[in-house]
């Protein structure tokens, strides 16, 4: 199984202070951007702190697809344990 996306380099969340949007970065290449903005054009958006986790998630999904190819590859063992639970902790906060 090999990943087609942009190369898992780390993405990262380039700014995530803006009340509007949040951008995902891998080196200069922009993955995604993340609105997170509710106004009576778009009231179904999500807001500031539910956008911000979007693109916390978003960030993370190499890292987060890294972690389940080597749990499968390499079962069960402490080292992916902790890959894993490293790549959940990116996920969150």
């Given at each position: ?38 106004g009576k054009d778009f009231p179904h958006d999500p807001n500031e702190e ?32 902790e890959i894993s639970k490293s790549a959940i902790q990116k996920a969150l906060?």
């Amino acid at each position: 199984m090999e990943f087609k996306g942009t190369p898992q380099l780390k993405w990262k969340i380039k700014d995530i202070s803006s009340i509007s949007k949040t951008d995902i970065v891998c080196g200069k290449t922009r993955i995604a951007e993340v609105k997170h903005y509710c106004g009576k054009d778009f009231p179904h958006d999500p807001n500031e702190e539910e956008g911000k986790a979007n693109a916390k998630l978003i960030a993370a999904a190499p890292d987060l697809l890294e972690a389940l190819q080597g749990l499968l590859l390499n079962g069960h063992n402490n080292k992916q344990i902790e890959i894993s639970k490293s790549a959940i902790q990116k996920a969150l906060n």
